[in-house]
């Protein structure tokens, strides 16, 4: 009998997801973002389900680097560019595209050779203040760029700060500050939008559009469910029960003796805790999905185990599976009962937890 705890990742979900890109905007390349392993869901074999990703994003060489040698030939861009003269020089050599975000990475291109000139992507600071060149100075960047020889190609690219939000006055003001930069420069491959950002529709797509949650079937947007957006999760969270019993009215369960039975009540223990990636602090609301029914968590949720009340499914055994989240149970609940994001929530599932894929 094993443990039971793994994430179901749904290739054909993904492929799906991908396709609600493509038809979402259909006049632009896809940039899928891959960083974080996936979101969690395996860097790797996202990859290779994308197959017709026009490119892939990471945060790291790392990244990029383990992408390459699982035979990953589309464009791979470093999002936060090269850290180094060495990495800079390796980036060359593997063919990555990077970000320029900082002076100091223009200097590095204007002062070290590369085997390859690159195509780099000018990252401008519309609005977001996190990274970027901020737009005054980037049409002065970009001939600094034309001018160097470790540059084969310049593109504009630039990031969001609150495309979940419809009604944010920021989504106006930095596409039209992009789109402004782009008609300045005459740049012909640009990219502003990640996945709430080019579900805000033509005008914030530009050239490439930059989606990562959507991919992985999670909403990006405030207003709206994934299924609301014909998205489907691609990766299922599951454990199963390793032991049950009846915790007599009165009693309590778990660390710190946080719930106390009002009736005698059965409990099942989830072989799943925050060791493997299941919030740690969720409210009082949460439950999982046992043979389709709401058992609600009870007690703390520990390292590696949960407890839940299982009065709604009385045939509920050893081995019965549990999911924490995926099918019928979206991430995004869970995230809201943590008091966290989508995001995290897929991207924390930690490497203890086998990832199992299928194909639907
Ligand atoms: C620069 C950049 N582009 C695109 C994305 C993808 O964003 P999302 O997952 O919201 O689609 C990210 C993710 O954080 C990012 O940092």
Same mark, same amino acid.
């Given at each position: 009998?094993?443990?039971?705890?793994?994430?179901?990742?749904?290739?054909?979900?993904?492929?799906?997801?991908?396709?609600?890109?493509?038809?979402?905007?259909?006049?632009?390349?896809?940039? !899928?973002?891959?960083?974080?392993?996936?979101?969690?869901? @395996?860097?790797?074999?996202?990859? %290779?389900?994308?197959?017709?990703?026009?490119?892939?994003?990471? !945060?790291?060489?790392?990244?990029?680097?383990?992408? $390459?040698?699982?035979?990953?030939?589309?464009?791979?861009? *470093?999002?936060?560019?090269?850290?180094?003269?060495?990495?800079?020089?390796?980036?060359? $050599?593997?063919?990555?595209?990077?970000?320029?975000?900082?002076?100091?990475?223009?200097?590095?291109?204007?002062?070290?050779?590369?085997? %390859?000139?690159?195509?780099?992507?000018?990252?401008?600071?519309?609005?977001?203040?996190?990274?970027?060149?901020? *737009?005054?100075?980037?049409?002065?960047?970009?001939?600094?760029?034309?001018?160097?020889?470790?540059?084969?190609?310049?593109?504009?690219?630039?990031?969001?700060?609150?495309?979940?939000?419809?009604?944010?006055?920021?989504?106006?003001?930095?596409?039209?500050?992009?789109?402004?930069?782009?008609?300045?420069?005459?740049?012909?491959?640009?990219?502003?939008?990640?996945?709430?950002?080019?579900?805000?529709? /033509?005008?914030?797509?530009? %050239?490439?559009?930059?989606? @990562?949650?959507?991919?992985?079937?999670?909403?990006?947007?405030?207003?709206?469910?994934?299924?609301?957006?014909?998205?489907?999760?691609?990766?299922?969270?599951?454990?199963?029960?390793?032991?049950?019993?009846?915790?007599?009215?009165?009693?309590?369960?778990?660390?710190?003796?946080?719930?106390?039975?009002?009736?005698?009540?059965?409990?099942?223990?989830?072989?799943?805790?925050?060791?493997?990636?299941?919030?740690?602090?969720?409210?009082?609301?949460?439950?999982?999905?046992?043979?389709?029914?709401?058992?609600?968590?009870?007690?703390?949720?520990?390292?590696?185990?949960?407890?839940?009340?299982?009065?709604?499914?009385?045939?509920?055994?050893? /081995?019965?599976?549990?999911?924490?989240?995926?099918?019928? *149970?979206?991430?995004?609940?869970?995230?809201?009962?943590?008091?966290?994001?989508?995001?995290?929530?897929?991207?924390?599932?930690?490497?203890?937890?086998?990832?199992?894929?299928?194909?639907?």
């Amino acid at each position: 009998m094993s443990r039971g705890t793994r994430a179901v990742i749904d290739l054909r979900a993904l492929q799906h997801n991908f396709r609600q890109v493509r038809e979402r905007a259909p006049g632009s390349q896809v940039l !899928a973002v891959v960083k974080a392993d996936g979101y969690g869901h @395996g860097a790797v074999a996202v990859a %290779q389900a994308l197959r017709e990703a026009d490119g892939f994003g990471v !945060a790291t060489f790392g990244e990029a680097l383990v992408l $390459q040698r699982a035979g990953i030939t589309q464009p791979i861009l *470093l999002m936060e560019g090269v850290m180094s003269a060495e990495e800079l020089q390796l980036a060359a $050599q593997h063919r990555f595209q990077i970000v320029v975000h900082q002076f100091w990475q223009l200097a590095l291109l204007q002062r070290v050779a590369v085997a %390859q000139p690159l195509v780099v992507w000018l990252k401008v600071d519309t609005g977001m203040h996190r990274l970027g060149i901020p *737009l005054t100075a980037c049409t002065q960047v970009w001939e600094q760029l034309r001018a160097c020889a470790s540059v084969n190609e310049i593109r504009l690219m630039s990031h969001l700060a609150c495309a979940d939000d419809a009604g944010h006055p920021l989504n106006r003001s930095q596409r039209e500050g992009f789109a402004a930069l782009v008609q300045t420069t005459g740049a012909v491959q640009n990219s502003l939008a990640n996945s709430a950002g080019l579900l805000r529709g /033509e005008a914030f797509q530009f %050239q490439w559009v930059r989606p @990562g949650l959507m991919l992985y079937g999670a909403t990006p947007l405030a207003e709206a469910s994934a299924e609301e957006l014909n998205l489907q999760p691609a990766m299922q969270l599951e454990s199963r029960i390793i032991s049950t019993s009846v915790v007599p009215a009165g009693e309590t369960v778990g660390y710190s003796a946080t719930w106390r039975a009002t009736k005698d009540t059965p409990i099942g223990v989830v072989a799943i805790g925050y060791g493997d990636g299941y919030p740690r602090h969720v409210s009082p609301e949460a439950f999982v999905l046992i043979k389709g029914e709401r058992c609600p968590l009870v007690g703390r949720v520990s390292m590696d185990m949960l407890t839940v009340d299982i009065s709604n499914v009385p045939d509920a055994t050893l /081995e019965t599976p549990v999911i924490l989240w995926g099918k019928g *149970l979206p991430v995004e609940w869970v995230a809201r009962w943590a008091g966290t994001i989508n995001y995290e929530l897929l991207c924390q599932v930690t490497d203890r937890v086998e990832r199992v894929y299928t194909a639907g």
